[in-house]
């Protein structure tokens, strides 16, 4: 029985009728979602702490030499640096940390230069340019691969993204990136990929990956296909979302490229490569090392897939760091 103690970094947000596309609070964890967390890891016989912000846990970080923190839970408000702070806290504090290293939170982090990162695997890379400032938008007109998405280059969780975002020619992506780039910077038009919205869900370490497993998502028990998963699905419309192990459905390949891709990115501890299928060729639209850790969401799936529950799923993540 365990008296390890774990932290907790993460927010206890609620929504209200002020939230909106643009909310830092998309990104935010849920306080169902925090204290689901907190309570299975004390059905473990773990000791917990929880602090909702990095500057919480900084001012109380002397009690915790000998803790494990988990650090990707915590969505904090719009920058480009956020979900790297508390890794290299961990490091610089020489604590034991859950969760991506600060070099691969980055890296994922900003999608763009994800991209580049890609380039050296079999899967595909949907096209895209980005923008920093209105007077750069000019040169969306020389786009070819309409319809595209514009969205943010540096946030998660649809913050920015709606159904409004899918735009089919040049004057559609000036307006919406010119409205984005009031509230994000950069920004990004991105070639929208049609087909099944899948996530390939990896856990372990570089040497040994204990989780590789397809999952997919369900909107009204029906593929995405031609729509995206945005701010109304998740917030707004009364909808029925589930997700699936299809690990079995999809070509050997795509598992066996992500599985190479994880170990490659070194300390990772769990991740989801986030793309679309379509005609046996995998778009990958981003990496997020970042994932929840809701009971329902991709990477518990995967983990029941693979015959652990939800507590025996925290309990190997902790291994990862003992």
């Not at 000036?174 to 049609?194: D, N, S, W």
């Not at 296909?225 to 589930?242: A, F, P, Q």
């Not at 989801?272 to 639209?285: A, E, W």
């Not at 995967?302 to 529950?309: C, E």
Request: charge should be negative; glycine fraction near 4%.
């Amino acid at each position: 029985m365990s008296q390890k103690e774990i932290v907790v970094v993460a927010e206890k947000r609620e929504l209200d009728s002020n939230i909106n596309m643009y909310s830092n609070e998309l990104d935010f964890s849920s306080r169902e979602i925090t204290e689901y967390i907190l309570a299975s890891l004390e059905k473990l016989n773990y000791k917990t702490a929880c602090y909702e912000t990095p500057k919480q846990f900084l001012e109380h970080i002397s009690r915790h030499r000998n803790s494990i923190v988990f650090t990707n839970q915590w969505g904090g408000y719009h920058s480009r640096n956020k979900r790297s702070l508390l890794a290299a806290v961990c490091e610089a504090y020489q604590l034991t940390y859950i969760g991506a290293d600060a070099y691969v939170q980055a890296l994922c982090q900003d999608k763009y230069l994800t991209k580049s990162y890609l380039k050296d695997y079999l899967f595909s890379i949907p096209k895209a340019v980005q923008a920093s400032c209105v007077k750069e938008l000019d040169d969306w007109e020389k786009i070819t691969y309409y319809p595209c998405i514009i969205k943010p280059n540096d946030e998660g969780c649809s913050v920015g993204i709606s159904s409004s975002s899918i735009v089919s020619d040049f004057q559609a992506a000036k307006r919406a990136g010119t409205e984005l780039l009031k509230h994000y910077q950069p920004v990004l038009a991105e070639e929208f990929i049609q087909g099944r919205e899948i996530s390939v869900c990896c856990a372990g370490t570089a040497d040994h990956i204990d989780i590789a497993e397809a999952v997919e998502l369900y909107i009204d028990g029906k593929p995405l296909d031609k729509n995206i998963w945005g701010y109304e699905t998740k917030i707004v419309d009364s909808v029925s979302v589930s997700k699936k192990a299809v690990t079995d459905e999809i070509p050997v390949w795509i598992i066996r490229e992500g599985k190479r891709l994880f170990s490659s990115l070194g300390k990772v501890d769990f991740m989801r490569i986030d793309g679309r299928l379509y005609k046996d060729k995998f778009y990958v639209i981003e990496l997020s090392p970042d994932c929840s850790l809701h009971p329902s969401c991709f990477m518990a799936t995967a983990f029941y897939n693979a015959g652990y529950t939800y507590t025996q799923m925290l309990e190997r993540l902790i291994s990862y760091e003992c």
